[in-house]
T-cell receptor, first 113, second 112 residues
Framework: ETGVTQSPTHLIKTRGQQVTLRCSSQSGHNTVSWYQQALGQGPQFIFQ???????GRGNFPPRFSGLQFPNYSSELNVNALELDDSALYLC????????????FGEGSRLTVL | SQQGEEDPQALSIQEGENATMNCSYK?????LQWYRQNSGRGLVHLILIRSNEREKHSGRLRVTLDTSKKSSSLLITASRAADTASYFCATDLTGANSKLTFGKGITLSVRP
């Protein structure tokens, strides 16, 4: 186990709703990255947070937003959910912003109906 | 878009055999990493190789990197049924700080 915890593990929403996913990083890690993994695909980078600021963003629309708190935990918020947002959302923590080893949580499985 | 392209897409071997998985990428990298994912779960880091390294070992894992061919291979020796999982290569692209770019993955099945 990596020490990265995510909640909730599974959730179902309907199109147009909003969702908040949460992540607690591994002890001592100040950097959190979020990835979206569609079924049968590899993870796609959404964004990274370092010391409560966004530090890099992938090709995702503004309705994907995030926060990082002083204890380095993080939230991913998605507004106006679309069917294609159905995916496994993975949080990963690391000890620095450099793209070294990432420690992943077990993910939050989002289904949008 | 996905930078890393793994090959083959699926691999089925007998327990005790070696498994070789390949990854190709398109642009220059700082490092290349391999991750493992059991069905529907989080990814586990296996090994990282830097652009100035050619080979690394970790237990039953051997990774090679050929930057001239923009390719890497992951060898799992003496495979076990517990090695059954999806394997992903991930590249840290030069100039793309803070993110890893993952391929689509290889599904490895090890038959007991």
């Amino acid at each position: 186990e990596t020490g990265v915890t995510q909640s909730p593990t599974h959730l179902i929403k309907t199109r147009g709703q909003q969702v908040t996913l949460r992540c607690s990083s591994q002890s001592g890690h100040n950097t959190v990255s979020w990835y979206q993994q569609a079924l049968g695909q590899g993870p796609q980078f959404i964004f990274q947070y370092y010391r409560e600021e966004e530090n890099g963003r992938g090709n995702f629309p503004p309705r994907f937003s995030g926060l990082q708190f002083p204890n380095y935990s993080s939230e991913l918020n998605v507004n106006a959910l679309e069917l294609d947002d159905s995916a496994l959302y993975l949080c990963a923590s690391s000890g620095s912003v450099a793209a070294g080893e990432l420690f992943f949580g077990e993910g939050s499985r989002l289904t949008v109906l | 878009s996905q930078q890393g392209e793994e090959d083959p897409q699926a691999l089925s071997i007998q327990e005790g055999e070696n498994a070789t998985m390949n990854c190709s990428y398109k642009t220059s990298i700082n490092n290349l990493q391999w991750y493992r994912q059991n069905s529907g779960r989080g990814l586990v880091h296996l090994i990282l190789i830097r652009s100035n390294e050619r080979e690394k070992h970790s237990g039953r894992l051997r990774v090679t990197l050929d930057t001239s061919k923009k390719s890497s291979s992951l060898l799992i020796t003496a495979s076990r049924a517990a090695d059954t999982a999806s394997y992903f290569c991930a590249t840290d692209l030069t100039g793309a700080n803070s993110k890893l770019t993952f391929g689509k993955g290889i599904t490895l099945s090890v038959r007991p």
